[in-house]
């Protein structure tokens, strides 16, 4: 079945840091892939996604690149805010159209 | 344009209550998920509807879990009788199925606490 790992958590950088989560996955056929974000009390909102390899997501400053060849669609953003604290949540949909998770990683961005 | 809608935002009852979660999908959108979120098992997919049918219940718990979708505008998860175990936050999704591809958003999630 499908499966995501994601870089375990908790994440704690300075603002304007580099950030890097990284995520992998395992599907058959041709996976579509997002990455959401949770906000402290708040529910998930789509941040980007991928639908096919090659394709860079991206969306307030955040990217990510499917990389069919690594199962790869690792998260990066060049500088970090404050406000980016929140937990992190890649996920992927396959030939089965419910959405699989990974575990989340917790992002806290210190001023 | 209204997201995903959710209510109660926050629900607290005792074990043995029955519990009823709304959802009211994005307008046009020809799916909708329920999700549940715990510490211990993350995120996972309870049921989906298409078209105002049910789809895959395979995550629904067990036969104290029952969904609807009554019409293309609403849909409710009822839990009866609740136990302390299913304190979880519960999410609603909804999606537009186009061509293969589809992207599901989230509502705010009821919180559910059950004593």
């Known amino acids: 079945g499908n499966s995501v790992t994601q870089m375990e958590g908790p994440v704690t950088l300075s603002e304007e840091a580099f950030l890097t989560i990284n995520c992998t996955y395992t599907?058959?056929?041709?996976?579509?892939l997002f990455w959401y974000v949770q906000y402290p009390g708040e529910g998930l909102q789509l941040l980007l996604k991928?639908?096919?390899?090659?394709d860079k997501g991206s969306n307030k400053g955040f990217e990510a690149t499917y990389r069919k060849e690594t199962t790869s669609f690792h998260l990066e953003k060049g500088s970090v805010q404050v406000s980016d604290s929140a937990v992190y949540f890649c996920?992927?949909?396959?030939?089965?159209?419910?959405?699989?998770f990974g575990s989340g990683t917790q992002l806290t961005v210190l001023p | 344009d209204a997201g995903v809608i959710q209510s109660p935002r926050h629900e607290v009852t005792e074990m043995g209550q029955e519990v009823t979660l709304r959802c009211k999908p994005i307008s046009g959108h020809n799916s909708l998920f329920w999700y549940r979120q715990t510490m211990m098992r993350g995120l996972e997919l309870l049921i989906y509807?298409?078209?105002?049918?049910?789809?895959?219940d395979s995550g629904m718990p067990e036969d104290r879990f029952s969904a609807k979708m009554p019409n293309a505008s609403f849909s409710t998860l009822k839990i009866q009788p609740s136990e302390p175990r299913d304190s979880a936050v519960y999410f609603c999704?909804?999606?537009?199925?186009?061509?293969?591809?589809?992207?599901?958003?989230f509502g705010p999630g009821t919180r559910l606490l059950v004593l």
């Open positions: 991928a639908t096919k390899a090659d």
């Open positions: 996920a992927l949909t396959g030939s089965a159209r419910q959405l699989t």
């Open positions: 509807f298409n078209n105002n049918v049910p789809i895959d």
């Open positions: 999704a909804s999606s537009l199925r186009t061509g293969g591809q589809e992207t599901q958003y």
């Open positions: 599907a058959t056929g041709y996976p579509s």
